[in-house]
């Protein structure tokens, strides 16, 4: 089976052309470094995406947000949902967690900018 899609490696955006066997990445071709490669080899099996939000502290102050590393692209929405019902306290530095195990992805969600309370 043959899988076209673009790379979001960088802005590039390199077309890359994947051939699966068994829901797994035999070849890959069309990308300009082994980024695309990774890519295409784990959005055939696996795919993740990072998740960046804004979450609120107590005071209603907006708290930028993003997960540690990427999630199962399925939990998703429920990661966003895990950030929308958190209660951050103030104040919160750069990679402070706020939520842990967020839905049930192991991954917690840190904060991205310092907040002061
Ligand atoms: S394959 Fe490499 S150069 Fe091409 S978009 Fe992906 S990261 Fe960028």
């Known amino acids: 089976m043959t899988r076209?899609?673009?790379?979001?490696?960088c802005p590039m955006g390199c077309d890359?052309?994947?051939?699966?066997?068994?829901?797994a990445a035999v070849?890959?071709?069309?990308?300009s470094c082994p980024i695309g490669k990774k890519y295409a080899e784990?959005?055939?099996s696996a795919p993740t995406r990072m998740v960046t939000s804004t979450a609120k502290a107590e005071n209603g102050t907006p708290v930028p947000v993003k997960t540690k590393v990427p999630v199962p692209k399925d939990k998703i929405f429920e990661v966003a949902a895990a950030i929308k019902a958190a209660k951050v306290t103030l104040p919160v530095s750069i990679g402070d967690i706020i939520v842990?195990?967020?839905?049930?992805?192991?991954?917690?969600?840190?904060?991205?900018k310092d907040i002061k309370a």
């Open 4 to 9: 076209n899609m673009i790379c979001i490696g």
């Open 16 to 23: 890359l052309t994947v051939e699966t066997e068994n829901g």
């Open 27 to 31: 070849s890959v071709s069309g990308n």
């Open 42 to 44: 784990t959005e055939v």
């Open 100 to 112: 842990e195990d967020a839905a049930g992805t192991g991954v917690c969600i840190v904060a991205t």
